[in-house]
């Protein structure tokens, strides 16, 4: 029998989670698991925007730009087929398919219901009426204790003229035909999935990107490798464009006006996709009425216990807009729900996050950049081209690096950044390294199977070892 949490004399706490993505589903589930009366309400269904908007239909999406890149390949291994035909109705009735399964099968919803956790989908807006009272749009009247807060993020609406005739990546994942032609505004991990995603399908696509750079946030070497792969590919990549003034309806499509130092430009296509930034999706929520403080993007404000500046409520995932990830989002759910019902007693600190987006090459990163990296500490920075691997000779995928990052007074591996085909598997093999405190010159010794893509990594950390003058017995580079 599991013991209930008592909440003053006699009476089991109750917890009430917002929002039923990874972080609402996580959060509802331990904090039954600790022993309170938990009741997890969603506007729409269980698996939030990760199962219907963001990682599943994407990364479907993406498959299918793989297998038709992989078709180019056949006749290089002797295959002999007549061109594939591309419809993309049967596409997305197929992403409808994996996001079904998902639910229906990767959802922990029988655990919920082992638990005893009442679950309230497709409740619509739920709002604060009072510190401890909830309604939602579909009627629903609620109470509790305590609150866990995970209602995700939402894109952001430019305040500019003629928005409106502009679609989200959402709205490009639910398009019946393929547009002919498409400008993508914003060149962060959404942008350029959208736009890799529908180059490979054949529309023609402008990237637009306000920075000097695509994906800032990656390594200098991984966006201008990014950048250069995406324009080898027919992308046309405009970094520092400029503005925008405004959208206006053309005949075919959408015309974009941008100026940049005072002159005045456009650009035309079927369709404009706008994926400039990420907001907390708490306009609904009341949160005054709760007395949560938010900042001017909705992210509620949390310390590092996950507790808002009020104490009886907690937020979890893309809500609170620190690491924007699934990974991240199922942690702080664990964490607030244990905070929620046990008193503070877990602490987020910092913690290892492979990143990586599924474009054409793949692009991925653990740790610390070489620009950041050589701002703390003596960096040594060695490099592993794709072309001098066996596995990607064999595969035909040559095209890539993967670079890592070592602190010389340490030896500890700091980062790791790879362009290439499977580089977000690759990088998983270094953030286990990293968290486990390996050493540059252990995981050298580990004898990664031949010949694989994250093999690569064994001759990158002899490379280092050797440049570091450390003994790496037991270990040839092959
Ligand atoms: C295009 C795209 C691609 C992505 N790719 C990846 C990837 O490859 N890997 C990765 O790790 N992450 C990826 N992400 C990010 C990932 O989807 C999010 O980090 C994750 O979904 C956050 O989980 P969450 O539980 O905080 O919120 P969500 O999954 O957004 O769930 C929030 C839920 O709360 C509900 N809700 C909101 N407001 C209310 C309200 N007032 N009342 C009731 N319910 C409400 C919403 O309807 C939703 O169901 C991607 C995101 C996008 C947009």
């Known amino acids: 029998m599991r013991s209930r949490i008592e909440e003053g004399e006699n009476r089991v706490m109750e917890v009430i989670v917002i929002g039923a993505g990874p972080a609402g589903v996580m959060a509802a589930r331990r904090a039954a698991e600790l022993g309170a009366k938990t009741t997890l309400v969603t506007r729409d269904e269980l698996g939030g925007s990760a199962a219907s908007d963001g990682p599943v239909p994407v990364r479907t999406l993406a498959h299918a730009a793989r297998l038709i890149r992989e078709t180019r390949q056949l006749g290089q291994y002797g295959i002999v087929v007549s061109a594939p035909l591309f419809d993309y109705s049967q596409l997305l009735a197929r992403v ?13 919803r029988e655990d919920l219901d082992r638990l005893g956790v009442t679950v309230h ?41 003629g928005f409106e005739l502009t679609a989200t990546h959402s709205d490009a994942w639910s398009l019946t035909a393929v547009p002919p032609s498409m400008l993508v505004v914003g060149a962060g991990a959404t942008g ?56 206006e309806r053309t005949p075919s499509g959408v015309r974009m006006i941008f100026s940049k130092d005072g002159t005045r ?83 987020l600190g910092d913690q290892i996050s492979p990143i990586g987006g599924f474009t054409d090459p793949e692009y991925a990163q653990v740790g610390l950049t070489e620009a950041k990296a050589r701002e703390t500490c003596d960096a040594v920075v060695t490099l592993v081209r794709f072309d001098e691997t066996t596995r990607t000779i064999i595969d035909g995928r040559t095209a890539g690096f993967c670079k890592l990052i070592t602190d010389r007074a340490t030896c500890r591996i700091l980062g790791c ?43 990158a950390a002899y490379r280092a070892a050797s440049q570091l003058n450390l003994d790496v017995s037991g270990r040839r580079e092959h």
């Not at 409808?96 to 922990?108: G, S």
């Not at 807006?125 to 009247?141: I, K, N, T, Y």
């Not at 946030?217 to 503005?243: C, K, L, M, P, W």
């Open 96 to 108: 409808r398919e994996v996001v079904d399964d998902v639910r229906t099968h990767a959802l922990p």
């Open 121 to 161: 989908e497709h409740a619509g807006s739920v709002r604060f009426v009072d510190p401890h009272a909830l309604e939602s749009e579909s009627g629903l009247q609620l109470r509790a204790d305590k609150f866990i807060l995970c209602a995700g993020g939402t894109s952001r609406r430019l305040p500019v003229p």
């Open 192 to 247: 350029v999935q959208v736009a890799s995603i529908f180059n490979a399908f054949g529309s023609r696509v402008r990237l637009f990107q306000a920075a000097p750079r695509i994906l800032t946030t990656e390594d200098d070497d991984v966006s201008a490798a990014v950048a250069a792969a995406f324009r080898a590919s027919g992308i046309e990549v405009n970094e520092s464009f400029g503005s925008i003034e405004s959208f």
């Open 265 to 347: 430009d456009s650009a035309e296509a079927a369709l404009a996709v706008v994926a400039v930034c990420w907001v907390a999706d708490t306009a609904g929520l009341n949160l005054a009425a709760a007395g949560v403080e938010a900042d001017r993007r909705g992210y509620v404000r949390v310390d590092p216990h996950l507790q808002t500046s009020a104490e009886h409520v907690f937020a979890a995932g893309d809500i609170t807009g620190r690491l924007m990830l699934v990974p991240q989002a199922v942690h702080d759910g664990f964490a607030a729900a244990t905070n929620a019902v046990r008193g503070a007693t877990v602490t």
């Open 417 to 459: 950044h790879v362009v290439g085909d499977r580089a977000v598997e690759i990088v998983q093999v270094v953030a286990i390294a990293m968290a486990a405190g390996m050493r540059v010159d252990d995981l050298a010794r580990v004898p990664l199977s031949f010949p694989t893509y994250a093999g690569m990594l064994g001759r």
